[in-house]
């Protein structure tokens, strides 16, 4: 299970506190917090006004590189942002994020296609310039003009990550039916690429919320999901994900749940 840590965007009101602030040591502790736990990647998100963001972006990055290694998850709806944020990155990560709306994919995809960027993945959300679509088929049509601009770009499947875009379940009217429908659909057609979701959004609005992350996580990982954005901190969730890849057939004796139990990752915090 791809991991990409949610834990520094400053959406998070403590998170916007620490960058006003320019707390590096916050921005520092949070990060080897989420790659202690096992993230994959870490998302680094500033949510600033774009004049400041870029700027921003540079510092928060930094502050991740001098304590971890892992590779970041550069995010900012502005592709422009992306395409100067992402030169500060000491290795290769991903653009988070691109879509159908407007020309974000052919600002980002034509970076990506440089030889010197070979490594760098993208998130890609299956919205366009008409929103969120509303039923499974018109999300398809998205992810197909995505993929058809990967095929042009010489983008490879595996080098993307397809969002379905996880809704608030309280005001869905067809429950996740939408969200699996897409997820099978997209494992079915390209067995190599990668399909993630913002896990907690399911359930906001919802009392005892993480119910609600832990049911969704289980059914969208047996639908294809094998990438996720959350907090890598949260012990039963990581376990809830070790468990379910081996439930599916997906860790080969175990080895992966027994490894992270071995490391502390998973199961009772170790004295």
């Known amino acids: 299970m791809i991991i990409i840590g949610e834990k520094i965007n400053g959406s998070i009101p403590i998170v916007a506190e620490a960058i006003a602030k320019r707390d590096s040591d916050f921005i520092k502790a949070r990060a080897i917090a989420q790659a202690e736990s096992g993230a994959t990647f870490i998302d680094c998100c500033a949510s600033v006004p774009e004049t400041e963001e ?7 990055i930094d502050c991740i590189q ?4 892992l590779p970041i998850s550069v995010d900012s709806p502005s592709p422009d942002v992306l395409a100067q944020a992402f030169k500060f990155c000491k290795r290769p990560g991903i653009f988070n994020s691109v879509s159908g709306e407007g020309d974000k994919i052919d600002k980002i995809f034509p970076i990506m296609a440089q030889p010197e960027n070979k490594g760098w993945q993208a998130i890609a ?8 679509p509303k039923c499974a088929a018109d999300r398809l049509r998205v992810f197909d003009k995505i ?8 983008i490879s499947p595996d080098r993307l990550h397809i969002d379905p875009l996880v809704e608030m379940l309280c005001t869905s009217e067809d429950g996740i039916d939408t969200n699996v429908e897409v997820i099978k659909t997209v494992r079915e057609q390209y067995p190599s690429i990668h399909i993630t979701a913002a896990v907690s959004n399911i359930s906001f609005n919802l009392p005892v919320r993480k119910l609600i992350n832990y049911g969704f996580l289980v059914l969208a990982m047996s639908a294809g999901l094998d990438s996720a954005i959350m907090d890598p901190t949260n012990r039963d969730m990581l376990g809830l994900a070790y468990a379910t ?3 599916l057939g997906e860790d080969d004796y175990c080895m992966e749940y027994i490894g992270a139990y071995r490391d ?3 199961g009772p915090v170790k004295k």
Do not use: R
């Not at 870029?54 to 928060?60: A, I, K, P, Q, R």
């Not at 959300?125 to 969120?132: F, H």
């Not at 993929?147 to 010489?154: C, D, R």
């Open 54 to 60: 870029v700027e921003t972006l540079h510092w928060m």
């Open 66 to 69: 001098e304590v971890t290694d």
């Open 125 to 132: 959300l299956l919205s366009d310039d008409t929103g969120i």
């Open 147 to 154: 993929m058809a601009k990967a095929k042009e770009y010489g």
């Open 245 to 247: 890849e081996a439930l």
């Open 264 to 266: 502390g990752l998973i």
